[in-house]
């Protein structure tokens, strides 16, 4: 049965004049399965078979075929226990990781972040208008006049004059938390060591990674996607979203 994300008009009238028909095609799903089991000409042959037009644009073939995984068995191994010292007892269990997940907004969030009274949206363009800041100039001053929390969220972050701003806001004793695109996320890393920056001596700020949705072949392989925003939050009063390259 298709779930509420693959069927727009679940629950809708099929005989409204304005019905929508369902998001999910079975004809897709097994198109990206003959891509995943048999590459391009697999791929192109079940289009062909199946009077489908070519849904994927190339960076979207290019990047299922080049992130494919493969059906493993996941077998934790024994961990070891390490010899106990004196004080201790002999079935002390030391894992080698720790059972627990990295803390979420450990640096702590506004208490009070209800908005207040009307909201304001204001549309910048890039190339920016004469009479209007450019996107980027918006972004660093926001950070500069953060006073509470910072939150940014990008699918690839290389942009030093921001990743210094952000350092800047990190010292004034701003929380700043970093969500990349994991797989992304080591040009963000190479960034940071070019600029010579130890990012586990930065205290207050915290940088994580996410995936898209995983998606699993019949066979058992699978593909991840990609976390494709951009967005700024600030202070949870002021929020920027978009595109300056």
Request: one cysteine or more; aromatic letters at 10%.
């Amino acid at each position: 049965m298709a779930r509420r994300s693959q069927c727009s008009s679940q629950g809708d009238d099929p005989l409204d004049p304005h019905y929508q028909l369902p998001h999910y095609r079975e004809e897709y799903r097994l198109a990206v399965d003959a891509l995943v089991e048999e590459d391009l000409q697999g791929y192109y042959e079940f289009l062909q078979g199946a009077n489908v037009v070519d849904f994927l644009c190339q960076p979207e073939v290019e990047h299922i075929r080049h992130t494919v995984q493969f059906p493993c068995q996941n077998i934790q191994p024994e961990l070891p226990y390490l010899e106990a010292e004196d004080n201790e007892s002999s079935d002390t269990y030391w894992p080698l990781h720790s059972d627990l997940e990295a803390p979420s907004l450990d640096l702590g969030w506004p208490a009070n972040h209800s908005f207040l009274g009307p909201t304001e949206v204001t549309m910048l363009v890039n190339p920016s208008d004469p009479n209007m800041p450019s996107i980027k100039e918006q972004a660093r001053r926001l950070i500069s006049n953060a006073q509470q929390v910072i939150g940014v969220v990008m699918d690839m972050f290389t942009d030093v004059d921001i990743f210094a701003d952000l350092l800047d806001a990190a010292t004034r004793n701003v929380a700043v938390y970093i969500l990349l695109d994991e797989l992304n996320a080591h040009y963000f890393t190479a960034m940071a060591a070019n600029c010579k920056v130890n990012l586990e001596m930065v205290h207050l700020m915290r940088v994580r990674t996410v995936s898209g949705t995983t998606y699993f072949c019949r066979t058992g392989k699978s593909f991840r996607g990609q976390m494709m925003d951009r967005f700024l939050l600030v202070d949870c009063t002021a929020v920027l979203s978009g595109n300056y390259r």
